[in-house]
């Protein structure tokens, strides 16, 4: 339910405001965060974040974009912290909405076996490109089909706990999750399709749906869905395992199942069962960093007594390469959806995407990204919309992203 996550909030956040008071703030509160102006030459196709089956954050004519987002951290003692994240910018309801909200114990200073665990509202540990505040990466503005995908749909509303072990050879970190809240996870893939944006949703946030899409089931043209409620009282979960070899490699394995019922729902939400496999693999040899993800997996609906499921598959190889203050970066996307059943492939899509990008960074203040984006993709979707079975898309931005 929504109250829940207001609830799960105010716990998180009286505590969190509470404590501070005890505290001297200078040296147990911690805030940092960027600024972002951007200048974007989109494509033309409007936007799927306004109802359009634009495939980017920006589309038609929209040619500036802005944002602002916040971290604060509070040192409660020296293993436990609370966070909370905030982005403000002009599509969001209210401008301002939070990304996450924890509360984390880290006992990383327990010698060879060490653990750690997270309760509240954030992003899960899945990505190896994703890792800067508000779910951003550090070698492109735009993330792969991937992570896009993961940080619209998904977000870990319970705990989250991990357990690591080092020893001559490496690390290795063994990963598990309990989540509720998350049952319309699926409603994107199946009836959008992959994107690459770098806007992950807010907690109270409720998404467009494409119009095309409503208009085939003759649905209001203006439907939206909720993201992150609890539909059908059933847990979640996600286990998962990394092996990190110092200078060498790191390696990930993830299972998620949000355990929803296809068949629930209620008066505005359709719960869906959505599960998948995700591999990651990182290397850096010198100045170079490579990464590849593959992501495999699976969603389903029932309404009416009909089942209406669709296969989804992703992966992605980056590369990126420091040269003093400049960075440039290349990555590959290959991306595709089948609904399973169909009489027709108004569902299914196939895809690919080339990024490139060059970041300068000589002030720890300031960073300039100049990103191309180019998009083949062919979904059958488009034909009823009239815009034909392929689509070629091209964007370009240049971004100011200013740090404190």
Sequence with gaps: MRSGLVLLAMLLVVPFATTAQALDISDDLTITGYADLRAVAPTGQESWLDGGLGKFRYGGGQNVGAEGVAQAELRLDDVLHAVTVLRAEPQTPGVVDALETYLRYDDSDGGDLAWSVKGGAFFPTISLENDDIGWTSPYTLTPSAINSWIGDELRTIGSEGTLRWKNELGTLSLIGALTCCNDEAGVLMADRGWSMDDRPMGLFERVRLPAATLKIFHAP???????????DGQVGWYLGATWQMPGIVKLSVTRYDNQGEPEAATARDNAWRTKFWSFGARTQVGSLVLIAQH???????????????TKFQSGFLLGSYDIDDWRISLREDLFQTRRVGALNNIWSEDGNATTGAISWSAYPWLRLTGEVIKMNSQ???????????NRNDLQVQFDSRFFF
């Design 295 to 309: 992501l495999t997996g699976y969603t389903e609906i029932e309404f009416s007594g009909i089942e209406s499921a």
């Design 379 to 389: 979904r059958g979707e488009y034909v009823p919309a009239g815009l034909g079975l």
């Design 221 to 231: 043209s203006y439907g939206r869905t909720g993201m992150f409620d609890e539909i």
